[in-house]
């Protein structure tokens, strides 16, 4: 029981984090001059895709290593 709460808890938590990537990549790339705070765009964007990156790696391993097959996420 425990064991399917903490996979489920992280598969979450990277997806939450990659969601939150890609809704500010989406924000720059469609309004860039509405993002005073940050006058390099492109540097901006690449840290967010390494977040993603980062974070889908996370949900990867996991599924490799620890995957639905090999634990029960329906109890």
């Not at 809704?23 to 006058?39: F, K, L, Q, R, T």
């Not at 090999?70 to 109890?75: A, E, F, I, P, Q």
């Amino acid at each position: 029981m425990l064991k399917e709460k903490l996979y489920k808890a992280v598969m979450s938590h990277a997806q939450g984090n990659i969601d939150k990537a890609v809704a500010n990549v989406e924000v720059y790339m469609s309004n860039p001059v509405g993002v005073a705070d940050h006058s390099d765009i492109v540097g901006e964007i690449i840290k967010e895709l390494k977040v993603i990156n980062s974070n889908q790696e996370v949900k990867d391993t996991l599924e490799k290593h620890f995957g639905a097959d090999k634990v029960n996420l329906n109890g």
